[in-house]
């Protein structure tokens, strides 16, 4: 009798390990390949967001990294992202904060419609001319909105 | 004087109460055109009360002067935006646009078109709130404006009710023939529903509730750390203080009590781990220390000059000075959860039984005084069953159940306060003794302590406090309460100093003032002391409906929140549910006002006649516990017109 309650506790301490265990496994599968409208295969993906303080970040920012925004030193560092001439590219754009834009002229893209917390806002382009291209924040959104740049470098 | 002598003057006075806001609405007043402009910075709008007549033609321009914002203004069909050089106007008539799919090219959005300036008419009276639509930042969801349109007759109808209240009130403890009748039978549930006594005698009742509500703050914890940044894309920040405060205000503690207690997932592990047990019970045939069980760690008990509430007041007011940032920072929210988790398992090991719910919880106060008021109580059947058992199991544990983690014994309680309804005695009686009843509202009036009627008024503050700072559209409050946005050392202080002065000097020195003043009135029945912290039992109805007319809106602007963190609850940018953007549409916001107007009234009516209830058996003469309520009963009235002139006025 005592024997099988507390056999019962450890399976119930088994179970709310799993579960804790399972969550996050989960999220990450679903994020990473189950959910509709991810990576259609032969295309380069990148992740910008958007922060007043920062300027555009490379990769989704977290919650936590609030923490350390204050910690860094101030100076921003624009991101580059590299690809090769004739690739698919798909621009996750998001924001960490308030509205902001994204327009880049050398491919004609001007997301005027902003890109608000909470949305994701795709561009998809194909990089068929080599060089550095700029891109730019193109809704005013806090002090630095003049310096939120970021270059796209197209190789061979 | 005769019943209908009575009646005809309640009559004449509630006739008065209606016409006098009524004349005032009918006063003529000249209607012009007015030219407003209104600028939007970072967290407010400038002018941030426009006030108006009715019947005024506006012409409203907006503009902004920093990020992207939003204007939506309740009632009329309005809904501006402004960026830093241009205003867009929202087209009403294309409704819901199909949203464009993923991976293309969106170009400007189709509903909006660009304005200078909107023309309308000031139609209907009253107050009118405008809200920021586009997130611009932490403190987005509380970057509103008012437009008020004279005459405002819900504000003037609610203060002149509010007197009336009070004067009817006062009027029928004077006048009013009390029957001695009898004392409300209160119902067994557990005896009407004897499969819901099965299954609450099951061990793993309290375990089936506290583990998938575990799981859920587990993923509350997980989503404030790796989720994202922004307070309202954020599922512990939506979901614990818009959905969990107004659920727990509103619902569990006036009808639950400290039904929160029994599924609160914080405090779970560190009592799995003191007991070294998950749902099964470890008795041991000698007692030790009083209790047939032994527990991790050193058992020692909680000192004695500190079993009182006064830690909990000081915890929830240091809690509340940073309120604001607690509530829009997901990171906050998940330091505070991990401190409290932290908190638990550290004193799990040197104290046996709930220690920190008891004692050190932040909320876990206010929960034990309003649950005084709550509509159900577990209490023991027959006391003289309770006195004659010797072993009396549900304070010292039984073979089938712990004993009280909350450390009361059931024959004796009577009030809830420290009764975390954790269903523990219910199993662990061996005579059945034990049931769950039912109860008019307001029933617990005896206040042990001045701890307990600081807690009172401190929630009383705070609510108040709290319906300015976030309601409220004076700007500079809110910066000074987000300090570490707006690095505004100085006026932070100067709120801090100020919540905590009226929370601890001025709301409770005049409380006591007024309550030394009815002593007198009622030519001193009893001590000072007994009749202050009785009469301090007006201000828990008051307060509870307070805090409800105070989160009500929350969930009535934001439902939209709820609904589409649902769809995509860690802001991965996922869409579970195809509701992820959904526009931000409030539900009656227009109706707001009104509705906390008739919440706060309610509560001024049940707080004076509980009140009333409360000092019956000190001041049984009519005559005396009428002039008795008088100073309280003003003291009501000032809090309650407080409120009603920051949600109405």
Same mark, same amino acid.
């Given at each position: ?34 959910k ?6 032969? *295309?380069?993906?990148? *992740? ?12 989704e920012?977290? =919650? ?37 834009g994204?327009s880049?002229? =050398?491919f004609?893209?001007?997301? *005027?419609?902003?890109? $608000? ?7 998809k382009?194909?990089? $068929?001319?080599?060089? *550095?291209?700029?891109? =730019? ?7 630095i ?8 470098i197209?190789?061979? | 004087?005769?019943?209908? #002598? ?22 003529p ?5 007015r ?22 033609t ?41 949203p464009?799919?993923?991976h ?6 189709t509903?909006?078109?660009?304005i200078?300036?909107v ?7 009253g #107050? ?18 008012e ?17 009336w ?32 006594? #099965? ?8 375990? &089936? ?16 750390l ?5 307070g ?5 920040i ?9 659920? %727990? ?25 003191s ?14 220390r ?16 500190l079993? /009182?509430?006064?830690?909990? @007041? ?11 940032? %607690?509530?829009?920072?997901p ?13 638990? +398992?550290?004193l799990s ?10 004692y ?13 008021a &709550? ?13 004659k ?7 010292s ?5 712990? &004993?009280?983690p ?7 309680? !009577?009030?809830?306060?420290?009764c975390?309804?954790?269903?523990e ?6 005579? !059945? @003794? ?13 206040i042990?302590?001045? !701890?307990?009627?600081? /807690?009172?008024?401190i ?11 976030m309601?409220?559209?004076?700007g500079?409050?809110? !910066?000074?309460a987000?300090?570490?946005e ?45 009749l202050?912290?009785? +009469? ?16 009500l ?8 929140y ?26 009656i ?6 509705i906390?107007?008739v ?30 309520m ?12 407080i ?7």
């Open positions: 009798m005592y024997f099988t309650k507390i056999r019962k506790d450890y399976f119930l301490l088994f179970l709310i390990i799993l579960f804790m265990v399972l969550i996050p496994l989960g999220i990450r599968i679903y994020d990473q390949s189950l509709p409208g991810n990576l259609v295969p032969g *295309t380069k993906e990148f *992740t910008l967001t958007g922060s007043a303080d920062k300027g555009w970040i490379l990769g920012v977290k =919650a936590y990294d609030i923490l350390f925004f204050f910690r860094k030193n101030k100076k921003k560092t624009d991101p580059i992202i590299y690809v090769s001439k004739g690739d698919q590219v798909v621009l996750k754009l998001r924001s960490s904060d308030v509205t902001h994204f880049m002229k =050398a004609g893209i001007y997301i *005027t419609k902003g890109i $608000d917390p909470g949305q994701t806002v795709y561009v382009f194909t990089a $068929d001319k080599t060089g *550095t291209f700029m891109f =730019a924040c193109n809704v005013y959104c806090g002090d909105h003049h310096m939120m740049h970021g270059s796209l197209v190789t061979e | 004087m005769t019943r209908k #002598k009575i009646f005809f003057l309640l009559l004449l006075s509630f006739e008065l109460a209606i016409v006098i806001p009524l004349s005032i609405a009918l006063i007043s000249s209607k012009s055109i030219h407003i402009s209104i600028t939007a910075r970072k967290f407010n709008y400038s002018p941030s009360k426009v006030i108006v007549n009715k019947g005024d506006i012409i409203l321009s907006f503009s902004s002067n920093d990020v992207t914002h939003g204007f939506y203004l309740d009632g009329y069909p309005i809904e501006l935006m402004a960026r830093k050089g241009t205003s867009f106007k929202k087209n009403l008539s294309v409704q819901n646009p199909v464009s799919a993923g293309t090219l969106e170009l400007l959005d509903n909006w078109s660009q200078s300036s023309k309308f008419t000031a139609s209907s009276s #107050k009118f709130v405008f809200r920021c639509t586009k997130i611009c930042g932490n403190l987005h969801p509380f970057m509103t404006g437009l008020i349109v004279k005459p405002n007759t819900a504000y003037h109808f609610a203060v002149s009710l509010s007197v209240i009070t004067f009817f009130v006062l009027f029928l403890i004077f006048y009013k023939k009390e029957p001695s009748k009898p004392k409300f039978k209160g119902i067994n549930i557990l005896q009407t529903f004897p499969w819901l006594a #099965k299954l609450i005698k099951r061990r793993g009742f309290q375990f &089936a509730f506290i583990l998938p509500n575990f799981l859920i703050f587990y993923l509350f914890i997980l989503s404030s790796a989720g994202s940044p922004v309202n894309r954020n599922i512990a939506v979901f614990v203080w818009i959905l969990w405060w107004f659920v %727990l205000k509103a619902i569990l503690v006036p009808f639950g009590g400290r039904i929160w207690c029994f599924v609160c997932p914080l405090p779970a592990p560190a009592e799995w781990l007991r070294k047990r998950i749902t099964s019970v470890k008795f041991i045939p000698k007692k030790f009083g209790l047939y069980h032994r527990f991790t760690g050193l058992e020692r008990d909680w000192p004695k000059k079993q /009182n509430i006064w830690l909990q @007041n000081i915890l929830f007011l240091a809690m509340i000075s940073f309120g604001m940032i %607690l509530i829009t920072r990171i906050a929210t998940a330091i505070l959860f991990l401190v409290i988790l932290g908190v638990t +398992l550290l090991l040197i104290f046996r039984q709930r220690v920190f719910c008891r050190l919880c932040p909320v876990g106060g206010f929960l034990g005084t309003y649950s005084m &709550a509509m159900t109580e577990v209490r023991s059947i027959d006391k003289d069953i309770c006195k058992h010797k072993t009396k199991s549900c304070f544990g039984g073979e089938e159940g712990w &004993a009280c909350w450390n009361q014994y059931i024959g004796n309680m !009577d009030r809830n306060n420290d975390g309804l954790c269903t005695c219910i199993k662990s009686c061996p005579k !059945d @003794n034990i049931g769950i009843f039912t109860r008019p509202f307001g029933s617990d009036k005896n042990k302590g001045y !701890d307990e009627m600081y /807690n009172i008024i929630m009383l503050v705070v609510a108040i406090v709290f319906s300015a700072v309601l409220g559209p004076w500079f409050i809110k !910066d000074a987000n300090v570490t707006s690095h505004e050392i100085i006026p932070f202080i100067i709120f801090f100093v100020i919540v905590w002065s009226l929370a601890l000097v001025i709301f409770p020195g005049l409380f006591v003032l007024f309550a030394k003043i009815s002593n007198y009135f009622a030519k001193k029945p009893v001590s000072d002391r007994r202050t912290l009785r +009469l301090s039992y007006i201000l828990i109805p008051i307060g509870m409906f307070a805090w409800i007319a105070f989160s809106p929350a969930i009535m602007i934001n439902y939209g709820i609904i589409s963190i649902l769809s995509d609850p860690l802001g991965l940018g996922w869409d579970l549910f195809n509701l992820a953007n959904v526009h931000f549409k409030p539900f916001p227009d109706w707001i006002p009104f906390q107007g919440i706060l009234l309610s509560g001024l009516y049940l707080g004076l006649s509980r009140g009333n209830d409360a000092i019956k058996q000190m001041i049984p003469g009519q005559s005396e516990r009428c002039r008795a008088i100073f309280p009963s003003l003291y009501a009235l000032l809090c309650v017109n409120l009603l002139k920051i949600f109405m006025g």
